[in-house]
Nanobody, 119 residues
Framework: QVQLVESGGGSVQAGGSLRLSCTAS???????MGWFRQAPGKEREAVAT???????TYAESVKGRFTISRDNAKNTLYLQMNSLKPEDTAMYYC??????????????WGQGTQVTVSS
């Protein structure tokens, strides 16, 4: 069973940057990968997704500030977060999709890494 392990979270001031990583314990194949986040009292939302061919999507709230990327050889997913805002504070999860297309949904989740942005 492949497992996903996130790292790189922490506490930063507004305007700062963080880089999240998500390493898979096995091969994730050609699956879509994604980053999601959930703030206290809010529903989980998709932050960014990336296909094996590097096609990406972003939530409107993070466009121009966050960049998702993947290193298939290392089975690692990244999320570079710049110009962080207090409203970015949340638990961030990486997820592996059920197939090539991101619309197929996500069936494998990491344990999450906390990001806290102070004003």
């Amino acid at each position: 069973q492949v497992q996903l392990v996130e790292s790189g979270g922490g506490s930063v001031q507004a305007g700062g940057s963080l880089r999240l990583s998500c390493t898979a314990s096995g091969y994730t194949g050609n699956k879509c990968m994604g980053w999601f986040r959930q703030a206290p009292g809010k529903e989980r939302e998709a932050v960014a997704t990336i296909r094996i061919d590097s096609i990406t999507t972003y939530a409107e709230s993070v466009k121009g500030r966050f960049t998702i990327s993947r290193d298939n050889a290392k089975n690692t997913l990244y999320l570079q977060m710049n110009s962080l805002k207090p409203e970015d504070t949340a638990m961030y999860y990486c997820a592996a999709g059920r197939g090539y297309w991101c619309y197929q949904g996500f069936g494998l989740w990491g344990q999450g890494t906390q990001v806290t942005v102070s004003s």
